[in-house]
């Protein structure tokens, strides 16, 4: 097992956000290259940070992402330029805990405006079964609330060593961004925080997170829709990265290995699996776009099911399905109606 993948998220309270640093030095990262005049410098560690950074930043930023497309984030090794591009930043943005090496990084580069996306949500803990059946859908808001961004209570109930860590996966889950809910918590945070780090164009930087957060609300809206009647509510998926997402829509995510995607199921576990896919009338094993396809294959073949493709949207490349997140999203959305059997 790829034990990099299971370092802890510890959800802190509150994103730190102080004033920008003086900076005086040219920037080495990709952006900057090209002359980007008084933009704020900003490095994003992945394409869902890279994604919040460029919509809300708009034309005031210039972004630079850590991970490139095609590459498989929780393992990205960073090179002598990117830790220099990262220093060399007005703000920072990233999610700690899916990269060790992005998080060490930042902890070393002296920026001041570092924002982990983690202390904007809640995180939770998530094995491989995520069942969303208890949470409904009556109050959106309430559950909104209940894992909103009020106070530093919530966030501290889910810090590193609470007593929450469940078997192997152990500490938080960080696939906060498959949830639209989430994801607009988060976006709020981070047009905040854009907004003090570079007050002059505060105004534009609330404009553009209140139309970013309306499309996640219509995408909220769209699952929410069209996933409340299904034959099935299981779904199965090599990447346990759907556990927020199936508690979201009150669906059942079975993942065959957990979190870490490189692991390899147990006998016992695929045999679980086929007892599942027969009570519960799953149809589909999805596998992702940045991983092997391979163990979905086998499963499928020996339970007579069908695969697909679930994005984990951890980067676009020229095989994902949509430009974008909410593209990406929108096909996602098609893919678990086709599998559930959506009426």
């Known amino acids: 097992m790829n034990v990099r993948r299971l370092i802890p998220t510890t959800a802190v309270a509150g994103a730190v956000v102080l004033g920008l640093t003086a900076l005086s030095a040219c920037s080495t990262s990709d952006a900057a290259d090209g002359g980007n005049g008084d933009k704020l410098k900003v490095t994003a560690s992945f394409y869902p940070m890279q994604f919040l950074a460029e919509k809300i930043g708009g034309e005031h930023v210039a972004v630079t992402s850590l991970t490139k497309p095609g590459v498989e984030p929780h393992d990205l090794e960073l090179t002598p330029r990117q830790i220099g591009s990262i220093s060399e930043s007005d703000y920072v943005l990233y999610l700690k805990g899916i990269q060790p090496a992005v998080d060490d990084a930042i902890k070393q580069s002296g920026v001041k405006n570092t924002v982990d996306a983690a202390t904007l949500t809640t995180l939770e803990n998530h094995g491989a079964e995520v069942s969303g059946h208890d949470h409904g859908h009556e109050g959106e808001e309430e559950h909104a609330d209940e894992h909103g961004h009020e106070g530093e209570e919530a966030h501290e109930e889910h810090s590193e060593g ?32 854009l907004e003090k780090a570079d007050p002059d164009h505060a105004a534009d930087y609330k404009k553009n997170t209140e139309a970013l957060v309306g499309e996640l609300n219509k995408l909220n809206t769209a699952y929410e829709t069209g996933l409340k009647n299904t034959a099935t509510k ?40 086929h007892t599942v896919a027969e009570k519960e009338k799953a149809t589909t094993v999805f596998f992702e776009t940045l991983a092997s396809d391979r163990t979905a294959k086998t499963l499928a073949k020996d339970t007579g099911l069908k695969t697909d493709v679930l994005d984990p949207l951890e980067g676009i490349t020229k095989k994902s399905k949509g430009a974008d997140y909410i593209e990406v999203m929108e096909s996602n959305l098609a893919a678990l109606q086709k599998a559930l059997g959506a009426k």
């Open 162 to 193: 609470d007593g929450h860590n469940h078997g192997e996966e152990g500490g938080a889950d960080p696939h906060i961004w498959l949830d639209p809910v989430k994801y607009a918590e988060v976006a709020k945070g981070v047009g905040k925080s």
């Open 234 to 273: 299981t779904f199965i998926t090599t990447h346990s990265a759907f556990g927020y997402l199936a508690e979201r829509y009150g669906l059942t995510q079975q993942g065959i290995a957990g979190i870490d995607p490189e692991a390899e199921p147990t006998p016992a576990r695929i045999q679980e699996l």
